[in-house]
């Protein structure tokens, strides 16, 4: 298969990538947090056309796009009021809700759970095209499984090249970090996966939700998502607090790795630096291309240092573990 790569403000694109969704094929578009892989949520073939292009383990739910609150409801058995509520704050935006399946979603979506995951996306393209095609877009991350998620148009062509028929690009994406997955059908709001949205905007809005505990085994089976790598470079990640980058690189160094430091101080270092803001959110936006220019430059070693875990630095700094974690 020949990758084809179209800016994504062209209607004709859109129009292209349209026919492609509804003959049962594979486009990479952005959203506002990271590019997704699409394919028609309404054809098992379709859908598991994205697994795959991903290499992507057969028990990994898949979040389903669509253009508006009502097509999410069709989607559903129920949507209870806390649903519409968060609907009405955050969507489009980046907030996953999951909810009680209805009867038109496929078990290749949903690993055979009993819930969907459904959000509706941000970006002009991504809207633009969920209208065009006219059905919900499951779609995952457009990386190859375990890979950080792309944040702009050729990560996605790195991962996926000969494996995807379209690529819209619409430029960097405006979060670079994935959108919040928050789970409605238990007694009380959980939220899975960290993300865009984050926990106090969440409590603010819904009142009690409860964060995930990752060493409570029957939580986790509600996130199968996590059992899996994640967000990972090629290099090896060590995350340190912040202000212990020097010693770690000396470390490294000592040991004969190319090295890297990850931070958001001026430092003196003979490792390659790579500073990015201080502002968490401009933080956020820039990670995942930083892991990737990385790799790019043959690094072998990643020294991260810690951010604080408040606001969307709760979500930069899950992703660093994952990374770390291996
Ligand atoms: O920002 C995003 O969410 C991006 C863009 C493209 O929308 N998508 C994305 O998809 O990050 P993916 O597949 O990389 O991550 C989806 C997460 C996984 O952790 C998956 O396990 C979880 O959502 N998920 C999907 N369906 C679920 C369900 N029914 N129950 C629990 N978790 C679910
Ligand atoms: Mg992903």
Redesign the pocket.
Known sequence: MITTLLAGDDPAAIARAADILRAGGLVAFP?E????LGADALSATAVAGIFAAKDRPAD????V?VADVAAARRLTRSFPALAERAAAAMWPG?L?L?LP?GEAVPDVI?AG?D???L?V?AHPVALALLRACGRPLA????NRSGRP?PTRAEHVLADLDGRVALILDGGPTLHGL??S?L?LTGPRPLL??R??ATLEQLRELLGPVDALDESDAAALR?????RHRHYAPRARVLLVAEGAGEAAVERALAAGERVALVCRREVETQALLLRLPGDLAAFGRELFAGLRALDAAGIERIVVEAVPEQGIGAAIMDRLRRAAAG
């Open positions: 959203t947090t990271v590019y997704g990994n739910p898949l979040i796009h980046p996953t999951v399946r949903t759970q819930t969907v995951a959000r996306p779609a995952p991350s457009a998620s994935e959108s997955v789970d899975l996966r993300g865009a509600r996130s199968p998502g996590l």
